[in-house]
């Protein structure tokens, strides 16, 4: 039986602020918060449009929580980064991630 898959991702509003978040279906949780139904999330509503600008698939939904509350963590300067491919997940959390 293989794993669901993760995906930590991150969304750019038009406001040029980030939201981070994780999910099983990238597809379907973007399609959510850009038509602003009641499962997008609520940080996001009147900001768009939005901009999916970062994903990485992770092992598990624990790492992916872990990675999610990591990058929330981040100044601004690192969130740029890591969305620019100048960091990695690997190189700015090699304890979370030593086990991908």
């Known amino acids: 039986m293989t794993a669901t898959p993760w995906f930590v991702y991150i969304i750019k509003t038009r406001l ?14 973007f399609d959510e918060h850009t038509q602003g139904k009641v499962k997008g999330a609520r940080y996001l509503k009147g900001k768009g449009p939005l901009q999916l600008v970062w994903s990485e698939s992770v092992l598990d939904k624990r790492m992916a929580m872990q990675v999610e509350y ?28 030593q086990s991908k």
């Open 70 to 97: 990591r990058i929330k963590q981040l100044s601004r300067v690192k969130k740029d980064q890591l969305v620019s491919g100048k960091q990695s997940l690997q190189t700015l959390f090699k304890d979370v991630m």
């Open 16 to 29: 040029n602020t980030l939201y981070t978040g994780v999910t099983t279906d990238l597809t379907r949780r």
